[in-house]
Structures are given as structure tokens and as C-alpha cells.
């Protein structure tokens, strides 16, 4: 079944219409989604949200680019949601070094302090990646953690590889729709099928054919198309190879 990695649906941006978004996404095929959390506020909702809907599956952390407004105590909060079994995985958590005006440091504390909660919980992780693949892979090979996803996957063939050979699936989206992505695209096209997941990351990372605009969660079944015509495979093959990634990923998960 097709189903979207990584969406923000409990964004503000989709206060207005977010059972309406929804619904659009499910009549052109989406199933299920994928909601990863990034800060301790949103917990509450993104709960909520997940009690409400059993197409929804909830990921709670703390996001990198939220780390210098959160406090310690946020993490035993989180430790007591991991311990309660109110979450498939650990997210989105990890490295931003692209926003100059976050502290590295206390990211890298934020995000060690969050592997070793998945390790304890033997949860998988969903990873934010940008502009620090190689650090974040420093950080996993000495965390012994049970795999997970790296969101936004924008690195090398052989960093791919090497989350591959880490028990990771990676993400593609949005950027694998602009022809110019040339990278991105020729590791959509050249992977194994079988490492692949879809994403929208919506309302972020609009596609080419709406640049600027909110994102919207019926794009990602645009997003199996751009994938199958880059394979030359068909888009059921798409559908049901990244859907069933997902769910191995997260231990069996399924929506309704």
C-alpha cells in the first residue's frame, strides 16, 4: 500500500483544512502516514491525532532545529512515552548543520541522548540529515540501534550504502520531482528498490509542479509515479515495495 514516510500533518499550516488534505490523499491511493514529532509541545497532539485516525503512525522526538528551545526534562518525558508504547519510532531526531544558529553542540547532545533512548526501547529511528550525513553515521555505528529511516536522503552513493548496511531506508520526495536534482534522482533510479521509502515531508519540500507552495499530502502519490518512471518499472510495484518497507521498518505497522 502507499504510504507517506514522513508528514508533518499536525503542522499548523494545515490547521484549516487538515481532514479535507487527508481525504484528497487517501482518494488518490495514500493509506497511511507516517508523523514524526519535533518538539516535546507537540507530543500531546500528534497523539491526539494518532488516537483519532488509524491511518496515522505517531514517531516522537526532538528535531535539531528545536533543540535550543528544549530543556533536559524533555527528554525524560520522552523516555516515559518510548517506556508507555505510545510511539513505532524515535523522531525526527539528528544533525542540522545547514541553520547556522543552532548550537552543534547541544544538537549532538540532543541526539545522543535520543539514540540511546532507541536503543533502550528498541525502537528505530527517523533521521534528519542535513548537511551532516557523516557525523550522524559516526553516531550510529557506536549506538547499536535497530535501524530506522534517513529522511530527505541527499548524500552520496556510498553514504546510501552505508545507512543501507546499517538497517536504514531512505527517504525521497519532493527533490527527486525537479529534473535538476540530477544526484538525487539517479540514486532514486539506481538503489535497491528494497532501501527505498516515499515521502512528502509536507507542507515542506514542494514538488516541481508546485514550487513555493504548501505542500500537500495527495502528492506522494505523484511522487510513486516520478519513481516509477525514473525505474521503468510500474507504479504498483512502487506502491507495494516502498509500503512494505515501511511497515518492516517500523515493526510490522499497518494502517486501516
Not at 138 to 150: N, Q, V, Y
Not at 154 to 174: T, W
Request: aromatic share 6%; proline share 5%; net charge negative.
Amino acid at each position: 500500500m502507499l504510504i507517506d514516510s514522513h508528514i508533518h500533518l499536525d503542522a499548523a499550516e494545515f490547521d484549516p483544512d487538515r481532514t479535507v488534505l487527508i481525504e484528497r490523499a487517501r482518494a488518490v491511493g495514500v493509506r497511511g502516514f507516517v508523523v514524526p514529532g519535533v518538539a516535546r509541545e507537540g507530543f500531546a497532539g500528534l497523539l491526539s491525532l494518532a488516537a483519532a485516525r488509524r491511518d496515522v503512525c505517531v514517531a516522537l522526538g526532538i528535531h535539531p532545529l528545536y533543540v535550543m528551545r528544549a530543556a533536559m526534562e524533555d527528554l525524560e518525558i520522552l523516555d516515559a512515552h518510548l517506556a508507555a508504547g505510545e510511539a513505532h519510532a524515535v523522531g525526527e531526531i539528528g544533525l542540522d548543520h545547514f541553520v547556522a544558529d543552532v548550537d552543534p553542540v547541544r544538537q549532538l547532545e540532543f541526539f545522543r541522548a535520543q539514540l540511546r533512548l532507541a536503543r533502550r526501547h528498541g525502537l528505530p529511528v527517523i533521521l534528519h540529515v542535513r548537511r551532516a550525513v557523516d557525523p550522524i553515521l559516526r553516531e550510529l555505528r557506536r549506538a547499536g540501534i535497530c535501524g530506522g529511516i534517513a529522511h530527505a536522503f541527499n548524500g552520496s552513493r556510498q553514504q546510501a550504502e552505508i545507512f543501507i548496511s546499517l538497517g536504514f531506508k531512505l527517504g525521497f520526495g519532493g527533490a527527486m520531482s525537479y529534473e535538476g536534482s540530477s544526484r538525487i534522482r539517479t540514486l532514486a533510479r539506481t538503489l535497491p528498490l528494497s532501501s527505498i521509502v516515499l515521502e512528502t515531508d509536507a507542507p515542506d519540500i514542494p514538488p516541481a509542479w508546485a514550487p513555493g507552495q504548501r505542500n500537500l499530502p495527495e502528492n506522494l502519490a505523484r511522487y510513486a509515479q516520478v519513481l516509477a518512471g525514473l525505474r521503468d518499472i510500474t507504479e504498483e510495484e512502487v506502491v507495494e515495495t516502498t509500503g512494505r518497507n515501511v511497515q518492516e521498518t517500523l515493526g510490522g505497522w499497518r494502517p486501516r
